[in-house]
């Protein structure tokens, strides 16, 4: 059964690691459905967080050949216990000043924020899990969206795990 | 034989000599660190990025280095020294196309685990990105086939990343490792340190096994009542040979052995059931659709052993022992997973290992398979038949010999028909199916192994792709001995395309082709060529008396096939058992 996984990886901040991380999805056919790298608490290593959708046993496999790279010091499937799940999002949405109160309940609502005002156009940041970010890009579309970008998800477990 | 080699002076003096610290260029860096290494022999090929490391290399006679006629050749080479030995190939080539024309034989090396550094120079620092003259970027392109790459920065990181490679590429599940040298870099001077120690965070391989499931296992032998082992390259790279025979003298459980198994069991031991597979013999692949356990020993069920996956070895239970655990699992459901090193593994489980007693009836099945459906070919006194070739070179060289092979009709005879009884005495290209392997690869083992008979066995098509490396043999007196199948035709192709594309033979025939015997004597090399039994023999023994290099072509009918055949889709149990008379 084919299960959406939020993988967290260790690895060496090197150079070409990315690389070396998305090449191997890629020619496994293992599909990323959203890539995340940055600093980890270690100094020298970065912590990546992908969203891959596949079975029990393409996760398995993916773990495995990810263990197989040298720059690979940990591989942990996060949503495998419970875990906390961020992305951030930021949208330009059409906001003549007549619709503007409007769209602010919603920024509201959602305790998003905005963090520009254009002549006609405002920019909504809103973060949460994936659902959250979806449905305030529901909520805005009749709008006009203009731009749309999302950071991908990372996350972690939570507790102590 | 001399390759552009002076006496070698002892290990120990070289490594005194090479090991005091001191400020030189990464060239000197390089080749100190691969001195240290234990580097005997690099296989190269000179270029704009390289010339630091070349430069470095006028007048250094502590390893050799041997100047092939293409890199291709060169990283060929370095392949079937790794895996006549078990030591590490080192292969050198300039950037940009020098890099790119190791892409096949990197590739090749990684499908088979074959221990190799390969050395690369880049551009500048400077000048990478800027598509600069010759530039490549070969840590890109070789990603997906490397074990592991470096892209060097320093000079004083060099000793570290070669002590890494050398490390990396030779332990664990063994494979390429790539080093690529810019050549500001290989210019710049600094402290030249030696690195003894290897703290890689990221790579532990397992060695030892879980004993848990060693217990699962000997239980499972206990009950199976047909049981066999799939044994597989692992077993030749781990050095499990000895402990393989013994696991198999204490179990009594009859052994298939798979192309780059071939060696790491006596193939004239009455449990050997031969080759498994496509062109696997009847009693391996009715033996695996019938067992109700099946062990893995270094194997990776690749597709040419398995054939229709869904309906590989539909009764048993599978055990798969590997040192890579992504093998486990990837092609075939196991059901008891090992994880280690394959001689470590057999070294915890001989002692405990018993008969299995309730696998009499299954043995003495296997026995009636194989007096039923030994392996034949329809000789002729008027043709030559590869088949019989294959079976006169063994003959002639008392099986002694180190076999390399290209890929085709030819390298599934000598599979068939060469029985190989030692480990590291075939080498060929089994993953990736590389043509153009056969005969350079032989000169490597050569170089290896200078007091053994190499025999390098080719068709007509992949003699054809590497056949400049004839000059090599020649000048420096390597005395390989090559055989020519020659059909004609793209033999494997050809039967494909008559039993499963209806004979249409689409662009297989090497008509026309060079005379062998002209090009081996344009090269220096002694040439001979046989059209009957009576020729070849007389060739051969006088090609095998030749102290230096000598090519056979051997004239043989195009029409032959191999046979049995399991044709992709099917199960290994629907064979072509071929023209049986």
């Known amino acids: ?161 | 034989m001399s390759a552009q080699s002076a006496t070698l002076k002892s290990k120990d003096e070289l490594i005194a000599k090479w090991s005091k610290p001191e400020v030189v260029t990464g060239s000197e860096m390089l080749l100190r660190s691969l001195l240290l290494e234990g580097v005997d022999c690099v296989f190269g090929y000179p270029g704009g990025a390289v010339l630091y490391i070349y430069d470095a290399m006028y007048g250094f006679d502590d390893f050799k280095h041997l100047l092939t006629r293409h890199e291709q050749g060169a990283i060929h080479a370095a392949d079937g020294y790794a895996r006549s030995t078990g030591k590490v190939g080192v292969c050198i080539a300039t950037s940009g196309p020098g890099a790119t024309n190791l892409v096949t034989g990197i590739a090749t090396a990684y499908m088979d685990s074959v221990p190799l550094v390969v050395i690369t120079g880049n551009v500048a620092t400077a000048a990478m990105g800027t598509d600069a003259f010759q530039e490549a970027d070969i840590v890109g392109i070789t990603l997906p086939i490397t074990k592991h790459s470096y892209l060097v920065r320093n000079a004083e990181d060099i000793p570290r990343i070669v002590h890494e490679a050398f490390h990396i590429a030779n332990t664990g599940r063994k494979g390429p490792v790539l080093i690529d040298i810019p050549k500001d870099v290989s210019a710049n001077k600094g402290l030249f340190q030696p690195v003894k120690e290897v703290s890689l965070r990221g790579y532990n391989p397992t060695v030892q096994p879980n004993r848990g499931q060693l217990d699962k296992l000997l239980k499972a032998i206990e009950e199976a009542e047909r049981p066999i082992v799939l044994a597989g390259g692992g077993v030749i790279y781990s050095g499990a040979h000895q402990e393989l025979y013994e696991f198999i003298a204490k179990t009594e459980i009859p052994i298939t052995t798979t192309l780059l198994g071939l060696g790491g069991f006596p193939s004239g031991h009455e449990l050997h059931m031969g080759l498994p597979g496509m062109h696997g013999t009847y009693t391996a692949n009715k033996a695996i659709q019938a067992a109700d356990l099946l062990i893995n020993i270094g194997a990776r069920f690749d597709d040419r052993v398995t054939m229709k996956v869904q309906g590989f070895a539909p009764h048993a239970k599978i055990v798969h022992i590997d040192i890579d655990p992504a093998e486990i699992g990837k092609n075939v459901a196991t059901d008891i997973p090992i994880v280690g090193d394959i001689r470590a593994v057999l070294q915890a489980l001989n002692p405990s290992a018993k008969r299995a007693n309730r696998a009499d009836a299954w043995r003495a099945q296997i026995r009636a398979w194989k007096a039923e459906k030994p392996l034949k070919y329809r000789d002729s006194e008027t043709e030559l038949k590869p088949q019989w070739v294959i079976s006169m070179i063994h003959e002639t060289t008392g099986g002694d010999a180190i076999v390399t092979t290209d890929v085709g009709q030819h390298q599934m005879w000598v599979a068939q028909f060469y029985p190989f009884n030692k480990p590291r005495s075939f080498i060929t290209s089994g993953g990736l199916g590389t043509m153009g392997f056969g005969f350079p690869s032989a000169i490597g083992a050569q170089i290896a192994n200078p007091d053994r008979t190499v025999v390098s066995i080719n068709g007509d098509g992949g003699m054809q792709m590497c056949a400049q490396e004839l000059a090599v043999c020649a000048i420096n007196n390597i005395p390989v001995k090559v055989a020519i199948i020659n059909n004609q035709v793209l033999g494997m192709v050809r039967q494909w395309q008559e039993i499963i594309y209806d004979n249409r033979f689409s662009h297989i025939n090497l008509e026309g082709s060079p005379d062998f015997v002209k090009l081996a004597e344009a090269y220096g090399v002694r040439g001979f060529r046989a059209r009957n039994k009576e020729e070849a023999r007389r060739a051969w023994t006088e090609a095998l008396a030749h102290p230096g290099p000598a090519v056979v072509e051997f004239v043989v009918p195009r029409g032959e096939n191999v046979y049995p055949m399991v044709t992709q889709g099917s199960t290994l149990d629907e064979m072509i058992l071929g023209d049986d008379e």
């Open chain 1, 1 to 161: 059964m084919n299960r959406k996984h939020t993988i967290a990886i260790l690895v060496n901040d090197q150079p070409g690691v990315l690389q070396r991380v998305s090449g191997l999805f890629g020619r496994r056919g293992f599909n990323i459905e959203s890539i995340t790298v940055g600093a980890s608490e270690e100094p020298g290593l970065s912590r990546m967080v992908i969203v891959t959708t596949g079975s029990d046993r393409t996760l398995e496999q993916v773990q495995k050949q990810l263990y197989k790279l040298i720059d690979v010091i940990k591989v942990v499937d996060v949503s495998g216990n419970p875990m906390v799940a961020r992305e951030l999002g930021l949208i330009k949405v059409n906001a003549e000043p007549s619709v503007r109160p409007e769209i602010l309940g919603i920024v509201e609502t959602f305790r998003a924020a905005v963090v520009d005002i254009g002549p006609s156009t405002l920019i909504v940041q809103v973060v949460g899990d994936p659902d959250k970010i979806d449905a305030m890009i529901e909520l805005l579309k009749p709008y006009g969206i203009r731009e749309l970008s999302r950071t991908g998800v990372t996350a972690m477990n939570r507790g102590s795990k």
